[in-house]
């Protein structure tokens, strides 16, 4: 997944646990929406109403749609 200054995601991408591996894997379009520089877009902010944002980006990234752990992860 790209790193966009001034952007965040606004829907949730599948990804493995850290120490897991993905087994299964898709391709997914995922939808950014722009920040003004000077913003300072807070956690519980984002969390809330960033879902409800505006798609100024779209990217194609990897989901994990099957993930092996380590027997002390799963």
């Known amino acids: 997944m790209a790193k966009i200054p001034n952007a965040t995601l606004v829907e949730p991408v599948l990804r493995c ?7 299964r894997t898709t391709t997914a379009t995922v939808g950014y929406h722009c920040l003004p520089a000077d ?5 519980s902010e984002g969390l809330s109403n960033i879902y409800e944002k ?8 990897e ?5 092996r752990c ?5």
């Open 63 to 67: 989901a994990h749609l099957a993930c």
């Open 17 to 23: 646990l850290a120490g897991c591996i993905p087994v």
């Open 54 to 61: 505006s798609i100024d980006l779209s990217e194609t990234t």
């Open 39 to 43: 913003s300072n877009l807070s956690v």
């Open 70 to 74: 380590a027997a002390q992860c799963a």
